[in-house]
């Protein structure tokens, strides 16, 4: 058995603040998180939670990654992004140009995200996020398909896309040229290693599938963190009866 893609984590000026805010976007329950931020549990067993913990680090440029929100009906498009703009959000430019369909806004914390028009075939299997879009290199793409144990969904003109065999959000990476770093990046994935595994045996794994550690040790709360092909960071957990309940 492969990893699970446990979380999606914020690091966030106010936490508690960043997911009031996605809260009320995506109607998800808030939960306190076990390392002094905060969660969002997933309206579904297999989707992945999200997580906002604090960081002193201001925002720099745009993240490399982002949500794209579905709408079932041109209407559904507009209350999503008056209700955003209600709780929070503005609008954003980030190139698009005006043919495009999709409104580009941020949420209080800078973080960039899309709330995508009716009628967009590649999202019509998803769910609400349909995509959690990246910027990154076919490589990458075959990285997480192999970690996660995703299969590939798209895989053309160097541009990867994965989703989970349960269906749901996907995660899509548009090929070079892959914009550099400037710093950590705001977001990153929480991994859990599979029931029948443990931290040290999954870390071995991903590492041969081309990862690399960031630093020597675990930190306070268990975690390893590694990078992937593309340097992006990312978590390992600790396994274990408190990773279940948590």
Known sequence: MTC??????????????????WSGVLGWESVDDPDGGF?????????????????????????????????????????????ALRLGARHIDVGQLPEEGHVVLADPDGNEFCVIEAGNNFLADTGFIGALACDGTQEIGYFWSAALGWPLVWDQDQE??????????????????VAPKTGRNRMHFDLAPPADGDQRTEI??????????????????????????????FCVLESGPCLQNA
């Open 4 to 21: 699970q893609l446990f979380a999606l984590s914020f690091g966030a000026s106010e936490p508690q603040g960043l997911a009031r805010f």
């Open 39 to 83: 969660a969002l549990l997933p309206g579904d067993e297999h989707g992945f939670r999200l997580r906002f913990v604090p960081t002193e680090d201001k925002k720099v440029g745009q993240n490399r990654m982002h949500f794209d929100l579905t709408s079932a009906v041109p209407e559904q498009q507009q209350e999503t992004v008056d209700r």
């Open 160 to 177: 990867t896309a994965i989703q989970s065999p349960h269906g749901g959000t996907k995660i899509t990476w548009g090929g070079p040229p």
């Open 204 to 233: 071995d794994r991903l590492l041969a599938l081309g990862a690399r550690r960031l630093d020597n040790g675990r930190d306070d709360t268990g975690r390893v963190t590694l990078l992937d092909p593309d340097d992006n960071e």
